[in-house]
């Protein structure tokens, strides 16, 4: 089994800072997701992350490519992968690559997901405070990563996700609930997003089967 590591990285921290004080002024909503939102939150992870993941809707994608077009590594476009579908850009800032997903949506058999970032994601999300002392960054609500990770068979990450929410059930356990309400999710899903967020998770809810 891997060794588990915690922490962004301070090539990561580094790129953030940046992004958030080249976008400041900007009123595109954004929040931080994938490995490095996790980490941010002290989630024990496989490897460090290696690149930057910022969600959007596509509308405000396109306003914060405007701010960050001089890191581009390309311009906005729609890109549909096997069960994904995002408008992306990407951007290298200090040897990271920072990737902007705009309007998200991964489609299985049995669920449809999409992200909403402006009418619900940036609302739920928990900020994270920079050490420079800037302005707070917003983090993906947990149960975004829960149910993505959970849809893209990636246990350990849904597990890790499920842990943390099971620290603050209070603070994550209602915008959970409210964010799979307006999702088109499986019964599958349901039930293992109840299973996995119970108090006591039943047996086998770790052992990443």
Same mark, same amino acid.
């Given at each position: 089994?891997?060794?588990?590591? =915690?922490? =962004?990285?301070?090539?990561?921290?580094?790129?953030? @800072?940046a992004f958030a004080?080249?976008? #400041?002024?900007?009123d595109a909503r954004?929040v931080v997701g994938g @490995?490095a939102g996790?980490?941010l939150? %002290? =989630?024990r992870?496989?490897?460090?992350?290696?690149?930057l993941?910022?969600y959007a809707?596509?509308a405000a994608?396109?306003?914060?490519?405007?701010?960050?077009?001089?890191?581009?590594? *390309?311009?906005?476009a729609w *890109?549909e992968?096997g069960?994904?579908?995002s !408008?992306?850009?990407?951007?290298r800032?200090?040897? &990271?690559t920072i990737?902007?997903?705009?309007?998200?949506? &991964?489609? &299985?058999? #049995?669920?449809?997901y999409?992200?909403e &970032?402006?009418?619900f994601?940036?609302?739920? %999300?928990?900020?994270?405070?920079?050490?420079?002392g800037? +302005?707070?960054?917003?983090?993906?609500?947990?149960g975004?990563?829960?149910?993505?990770?959970?849809? +893209?068979?990636? $246990?350990? +990450?849904? !597990?890790?996700?499920a $842990?943390?929410? $099971?620290?603050e059930p209070?603070t994550?356990l209602?915008?959970?609930?409210r964010?799979?309400?307006?999702?088109?999710?499986? %019964?599958?899903? +349901?039930?293992?997003?109840r299973r996995?967020t119970?108090?006591?998770?039943e047996? %086998?809810?770790? *052992?990443?089967?």
């Amino acid at each position: 089994m891997p060794m588990e590591v =915690a922490g =962004a990285g301070e090539s990561i921290l580094r790129a953030l @800072s940046a992004f958030a004080a080249l976008t #400041g002024d900007c009123d595109a909503r954004w929040v931080v997701g994938g @490995s490095a939102g996790l980490a941010l939150r %002290g =989630a024990r992870l496989a490897s460090a992350p290696r690149d930057l993941d910022i969600y959007a809707d596509a509308a405000a994608a396109a306003a914060l490519h405007e701010r960050a077009a001089g890191w581009a590594s *390309d311009g906005p476009a729609w *890109d549909e992968t096997g069960s994904y579908r995002s !408008l992306l850009s990407h951007y290298r800032y200090g040897g &990271v690559t920072i990737e902007l997903v705009g309007d998200f949506e &991964v489609q &299985v058999p #049995g669920s449809r997901y999409r992200t909403e &970032v402006d009418a619900f994601l940036y609302a739920h %999300g928990d900020d994270w405070m920079p050490y420079d002392g800037a +302005r707070p960054i917003r983090l993906m609500p947990l149960g975004h990563e829960l149910i993505f990770n959970l849809l +893209r068979e990636r $246990r350990d +990450r849904a !597990l890790e996700a499920a $842990r943390l929410i $099971r620290l603050e059930p209070e603070t994550h356990l209602p915008a959970l609930q409210r964010l799979a309400a307006r999702q088109s999710l499986s %019964g599958d899903i +349901r039930r293992e997003l109840r299973r996995l967020t119970a108090a006591e998770p039943e047996e %086998g809810a770790d *052992d990443g089967r």
